[in-house]
């Protein structure tokens, strides 16, 4: 069987065991164009080497994940992590991706030591369960990173998590929150990604992928699947296309509807798949793309 | 230090191991005014067995749980849903509360034994896991349903569950769109409830909390906490007031300002919680309703 993986990229987190050039060897014997690359595979080998094993590969670089981790209120967290996320973008730059996936970080609540503390006095509000001052703050930090971003000819590419994730490592749930925190800036510059996982549930997905297309802000299309029961961690839940509950024949439809003719990474974090041989898990993803996704594209 | 607990409900799902008198009896030791009964436990004594002892203990009945389960395609399982939801109505109208918690019901892929079999060949939609589909199918179910609880007196009260949930146990997973299902329905023969663990991650609660109250739907507020990590089975990770992420001083000033004036029901499922003695279980849900949601209410 010939499969046609001309938009197929392997997200490197998807193998996570193997290093930056191992994962790019593996994509290319498979016949894979693109990689997505995380920044702790980048950075053992430095970004400008990095560049240069996947460009040898013959590859080019989906998206390069991620920075975020935008809700700190205290002066010195908040310069931590924009100065971390302009290194991310000086990477992303080198790398030659013009999307860097930001994740955007949780409550404060849920940074203290021994889980969060009981809220305070009668009638008092509670700034670290604050959720509506928390994605307020995050409206700010992407201002803050926009001009540095474009200078650099990178987008900011905001990814809803799933709402369990709203507590510890999002507070951004849904596609449509993410295009509303994108919308005040250009379209190159601030834009959303769909993930499977995250927002397969969405009642309101078709509507917002319409948007995001619309509005040219679709910078990534992931898929990996919905699997159950849920793991102990999980965000090491996330199973193998077609082996769970996401309609990705209607999702893709979506995603095809609205323009998007970009890469389809696959991203998957489970400790069954992170244990199977590399190979022999591409070769699973390309079986499932080839059949439950490549047919709606 | 008293206490004002003219409007806290013990859900039995809260002392799960107690029978319904022994809950109730509990309740009335408390001071609560208010019982959230399930139907199982009712179901043991009989609907009007159970009025009585509620009645007895000089107790109302704050909302019964639950209906629902209105996913199924075939005809016989809809024949079967519809005559367990007629069931639960006459069981609500006999128990004297208005309000029937109804849990919608999951995909059929969720139904299959061993788990989802994998999508079928290239180029066909998949039933089994089509989200829009299944959100037709209980819309239609209401539909149906809506004209015996009217004649009964009963309101269908529509649940939006976690979107963690949305494959297995509910495929309305927003206040938002559980506000779509109610509106060609009169307000007082479909409404919605807000449970804090389900909702308090969307961005759009805040609007959709005042749309409820707008339209006069708002027929229950539940209360519990978002705790992490997760339990092995996240239905069972909801924690006591105060222990988790929630916002409650938000989201009780939301319901506030709705104009809800009904009662607030304590609905806990956790495997420590239920291992707990029930008089220290409810005192410590006194304690902390009056704490973290009373002042805000």
Redesign the interface.
């Known amino acids: 069987m010939t499969h046609d993986l001309a938009r197929l990229s392997l997200n490197t987190a998807t193998t996570k065991h193997q290093t930056l050039r191992e994962a790019v060897d593996a994509a290319a014997r498979a016949g894979l164009p693109a990689i997505g690359a995380w920044r702790d595979r980048v950075q053992e080998v430095g970004a400008r080497q990095a560049a240069a094993i996947i460009a040898d590969a013959g590859l080019r670089v989906s998206s390069l994940c991620r920075g975020g981790f935008l809700t700190a209120s205290g002066d010195d967290d908040v310069t931590a992590a924009l100065d971390d996320n302009r290194r991310a973008v000086e990477e992303a730059a080198t790398l030659g991706t013009r999307e860097l996936i930001m994740v955007v970080g949780g ?1 404060p ?2 940074s203290a030591p021994g ?2 503390a ?2 305070g006095p ?5 700034p670290a ?4 001052e928390a ?1 307020h703050r995050v409206a700010e930090r992407i201002g803050d990173l926009a001009p540095f971003a474009a200078g650099h000819g990178v987008r900011l590419v905001i990814e809803p998590l ?3 994730f ?3 490592r999002a507070v ?3 596609l ?2 993410a295009l509303d925190l994108a919308e005040p800036f250009p379209a190159e510059v601030v834009g959303v990604v769909v993930d499977t996982y995250h927002v ?5 997905l ?1 509507q917002q992928i319409a948007r995001a297309g619309a509005g040219r802000r679709l910078a990534s299309y992931q898929v990996c699947d ?1 699997v ?3 793991a ?3 965000l090491l839940s996330r199973g193998h296309v ?9 999702i893709t439809g979506w995603v095809r509807e609205a323009g998007y003719t970009g890469d389809v990474e696959v991203e998957i974090f489970h400790e069954d798949v992170w244990a199977a041989d590399p190979d022999s898990t591409i070769a699973t993803m390309v079986e499932r793309y080839t ?2 996704v490549l ?1 709606y594209l």
Chains 1, 2 share one sequence.
């Open positions: 409550l609540a849920a889980g969060p009981l809220p009668d009638g008092a509000q509670d369960r604050d959720l509506v994605r799933h709402p369990m709203a507590a510890d951004v749930s849904t449509g929150q397969w549930w969405d009642p309101d078709h919905w159950l029961p849920l102990a961690d999980p077609g082996d769970g509950y996401v309609d990705f024949a209607s059949r439950h047919p």
